[in-house]
């Protein structure tokens, strides 16, 4: 039987889906621990979390060293000794130090978790802050700075968060090589201090994983003492940026790169679920209409996208692409006239239908480990969202109408509205 290839195959929309459990524990100590237990194969990931992100900074990158300075000796062992300790037993630790929080991660085989909780506690509570592997972190993190900087797309990127926030505000601020060769040890020292010695903390325990795992972490992590005063605040300041449009010109660049977009909201606002939609059709996937206008049709560019980034307490709305500098302004037009398009006629049924099929097809696909579905959860928990919000996705998805995503182009990507930065320049 010969398959006709002029008509696409048969399908079945997603309209819900089943989670795993989550379920909460206390340590001895109070700390929360969240056990996702999907029994596929013998290996977890452990997750500490600390407010210790950019937000609770109140000098530059303090946040970011405090945090890879964990793994860069304790009181009674190297650099080279807490490498040579998790590769022994086959584990990965990360390090990841973000707008809002900061997390240690380590990943490996259930039977080797005895072993591996005692480093993690160590690093945690006897850091030695070197000041060799400090200026060594330090050196790194300048020449990679240093090569970003010259390229069109970091720049665009770095601009756009400063001019729609401002660049004293942690969504907005961007490491400067300044603020790397003025940082001390002392400093990022201070910050530990402050944000992740004896302060509280969250668990995430994902992968095969039960009641004995539990009381392990419980002996180790759980009997940590806690300051009394609990989480920090974050200073109170930020303006609310200059969102004035940029075009910063480098002659010798034979392409620019373009970011168009705005300031927005958080996952809790009501038209959350619109901008998600209307920005899936826009550019969100392969198949939207800037990627059939500027890449299909007009060979403008290799790639052309659009996303909304949420954080814990605001977001924006972002266009990116980079095209040949003669192009620039021919593309920004095609830009705006597709958002016009949306502004103006109602996304056609079986347009929308299919947006909303890939959109609920992409959320199921991210699901298929316990490691997804922690990331999913810790949206949940860390933005305060309500308990069936991952439960309710699909649903929401499928609620938003056309008329919907008219009123949300109207109401938000405006011309009036839209941010435009240009690195590269115009011709």
Not at 271 to 299: A, P
Request: charged share 20%.
């Amino acid at each position: 039987m010969t398959a006709d290839r002029t008509q696409a195959p048969a399908y079945q929309a997603i309209h819900d889906i089943r989670l795993p459990a989550v379920e909460k524990h206390l340590l001895d100590n109070g700390q929360p621990l969240y056990l996702i237990a999907v029994d596929q194969q013998p290996v977890l990931r452990l997750e500490c979390n600390f407010e210790a992100g950019a937000w609770y900074e109140t000098q530059p990158n303090t946040a970011f060293f405090a945090l890879k300075m964990l793994a860069e000796g304790t009181a009674t062992r190297s650099s080279a000794d807490i490498s040579e300790y998790f590769d022994r037993y086959g584990a990965f630790l990360e390090l990841n130090s973000g707008h809002d929080r900061a997390s240690l991660v380590v990943y490996c085989l259930t039977k080797h978790l005895p072993a591996i909780l005692p480093m993690l506690r160590e690093m945690l509570t006897e850091p030695a802050f070197p000041q060799k592997e400090f200026n060594d972190l330090r050196n790194i993190t300048t020449q990679n700075l240093r090569v970003n900087l010259e390229k069109n797309s970091y720049l665009a990127g770095v601009l756009f968060r400063e001019q729609v926030f401002g660049n004293t505000h942690p969504y907005g601020r961007s490491q400067q090589l300044s603020d790397i060769d003025n940082l001390s040890i002392d400093a990022v020292v201070r910050f530990y201090e402050k944000t992740i010695r004896h302060q509280p903390f969250r668990v995430l325990l994902a992968g095969q994983a039960g009641i004995p795992e539990i009381a392990l972490v419980n002996e180790v992590l759980g009997q940590l003492p806690i300051a009394q005063e609990g989480v920090p605040t974050a200073p109170a300041r930020y303006d609310a940026g200059s969102s004035q449009s940029v075009v910063l010109d480098k002659p010798a660049s034979i392409q620019s790169s373009i970011r168009l977009g705005r300031r927005l909201f958080t996952r809790q606002h009501p038209d959350y679920y619109k901008m998600l939609v209307t920005n899936e059709v826009l550019g969100g996937y392969f198949g939207s209409r800037l990627m059939k206008n500027i890449r299909e049709e007009k060979g403008l560019t290799y790639g052309i996208w659009s996303s909304v980034a949420a954080f814990r307490h605001e977001g924006y709305f972002l266009i990116g692409t980079d095209v040949k500098k003669e192009f620039t302004q021919l593309t920004l037009d095609e830009i705006r006239k597709e958002i016009l398009m949306l502004a103006t006629e109602p996304v056609p049924d079986d347009e929308l239908e299919t947006v909303k099929n890939y959109m609920a097809g992409e959320f199921v696909g991210s699901l298929n480990t316990p490691f997804e579905i922690a990331d999913r959860f810790k949206i949940v928990l860390y933005d305060n969202l309500p308990a069936d919000f991952l439960h309710n996705h699909i649903a929401n998805l499928r609620a938003i109408t056309a008329e919907a995503i008219q009123e949300t182009v109207n109401r938000y990507l405006t011309d009036d509205n839209l941010l435009e930065i240009v690195v590269g320049g115009k011709q």
